[in-house]
């Protein structure tokens, strides 16, 4: 059961490029790093997914070291309606995908 | 558009009285999850079906039960809902439960305990 440790909140304003890290120390070899951002009364959406290295999508990119202890979610040029819960999960070998407590982000004008 | 598809949004119930939420998904995924949100809190895993294998989250109350009749469909029963279970209920799927397969989401569904 890989546990992931995320600030708890975060604050940004509007264009400025935002990075929020995940620590998972005990990831296991068959696990994948996905984020998944949450507005209130909604459920989660998927952002991007990685294993290794960075992977770039139309949204974020995903930075992921060699050890894959951790991992930062890049946000470019956030927007107001960035404005959201972001999470991390460790998925797939270790399975039981577990929510940690998220990374409350405020975009401001 | 191929989706997770939550009834009814809201639900209210009163305090012991059975109640039961509904998920279906037209993506023909393999696994379903349940999980259960509180406000300010992230959600938590219920359980979930990998096919028709159920998994038992070891902490969730027996107060809780599901059923999956057939890929499409997944059904969270609370038997008898206190106070305390008021929360977002979240249902997921997957392609599978190996990596490299992310969950999607429905749009939930709000009870209320009266």
């Known amino acids: 059961l890989a546990k992931t440790t995320q600030p708890i909140s975060m604050d940004s304003y509007e264009g400025q490029e935002v990075n929020i890290t995940c620590s998972h120390n005990?990831?296991?070899?068959?696990?994948?790093i996905t984020w998944y951002q949450q507005f209130p009364s909604q459920g989660p959406r998927f952002i991007i997914q990685g294993y290794k290295t960075k992977v770039t999508n139309e949204v974020a990119s995903l930075f992921i070291p060699a050890d894959r202890k951790s991992s930062t979610l890049s946000l470019p040029r956030v927007s107001l309606s960035d404005t959201a819960v972001y999470y991390c999960?460790?998925?797939?070998?270790?399975?039981?995908?577990?929510f940690g407590r998220g990374t409350s982000l405020i975009v401001h004008p | 558009d191929a989706m997770v598809i939550q009834n009814p949004r809201y639900q209210v119930t009163q305090f012991g009285k059975p109640v039961t939420l509904s998920c279906s998904q037209t993506l023909n995924h393999n696994v379903m999850y349940w999980y259960q949100q509180k406000s300010s809190q992230a959600p938590k895993l219920l359980f979930h079906y990998y096919d028709k294998d159920f998994n038992n989250e070891a902490d969730t109350p027996d107060n809780f039960q599901s059923r999956r009749p057939n890929t499409s469909f997944c059904f969270l029963d609370i038997r008898s809902p206190g106070l305390g279970d008021a929360a977002m209920y979240l249902c997921?799927?997957?392609?599978?439960?190996?990596?490299?397969?992310?969950?999607?989401f429905g749009p939930g569904t709000r009870l209320t305990v009266t």
């Open positions: 997921a799927t997957s392609r599978d439960q190996s990596g490299g397969y992310e969950q999607y």
């Open positions: 999960l460790v998925e797939g070998g270790s399975y039981i995908p577990t």
């Open positions: 005990n990831i296991a070899t068959n696990d994948y």
